[in-house]
């Protein structure tokens, strides 16, 4: 059996601040000036030029109140995601660790950072993690969330793969280490417990962070 496909955008507007909600893009939708065509998203270079009035405005904000804003949170999250990238890319380097790279024959294969970062087409061809798409944040969001926007943790992501688990061990050190970060939550996959069957065969170490940065 089939279900309905999950119809995210409507929902949206409930969201979002109450000027937001009165205007009108030119797909005559509030949603659609805040998060783009629906058909295919929106780059984070547009998405960032029309929400830096918005950021703008909200920058004197208290830091402690929650966010309550999908868009706002977007926003913080395309600033972030350089400055995350960057971060993975020193553990990466501490622990060697790998990157998906695209081949011109097709497919993808784990390259060391070090090696990578040695070599202009591999790191151009770096597969970096986008995005959360919006679609499934506020899936999340209203199946999970009930509606609290500041509970949606994980829009910024990276991966970073090993070959040895000691290799994994000094990344997960290096992190804890790091006093830039803030370790909030984590979920181990790899322990002995752990039921593949609960996420059909795939395991990682999973973690929550948060930056401590001037930047961030």
């Avoid at 609290?148 to 992501?157: E, G, H, S």
């Amino acid at each position: 059996s089939s279900s309905a496909p999950f119809r995210w955008r409507p929902l949206l507007e409930n969201f979002l601040p109450k000027p937001l909600r009165k205007a009108r893009g030119r797909r005559g939708s509030a949603v659609s000036s805040v998060m783009g065509p629906s058909k295919h998203g929106s780059d984070a270079g547009r998405f960032m030029a029309r929400s830096v009035s918005f950021l703008k405005r909200t920058q004197g904000l208290n830091k402690r109140v929650p966010v309550t804003s999908l868009k706002l949170l977007y926003t913080q999250a395309a600033g972030l995601h350089p400055i995350v990238e960057c971060k993975a890319k020193q553990w990466a380097l501490q622990s060697h660790g790998r990157f998906p790279v695209r081949r011109p024959e097709g497919g993808a294969e784990f390259v060391l950072w070090e090696t990578a970062a040695n070599d202009w087409w591999t790191e151009r061809n770096i597969r970096w993690p986008p995005l959360k798409k919006a679609g499934r944040a506020i899936e999340k969001l209203v199946r999970t969330y009930g509606g609290a926007v500041w509970m949606v943790q994980d829009l910024v992501r990276q991966s970073i793969v090993f070959e040895r688990s000691a290799e994994l061990l000094k990344c997960l050190e290096t992190i804890v280490d790091d006093a830039d970060v803030e370790v909030i939550g984590a979920k181990n996959r790899l322990r002995p417990d752990y039921n593949p069957l609960s996420s059909a065969g795939y395991r990682d170490v999973h973690l929550n962070l948060r930056l401590r940065t001037a930047q961030a």
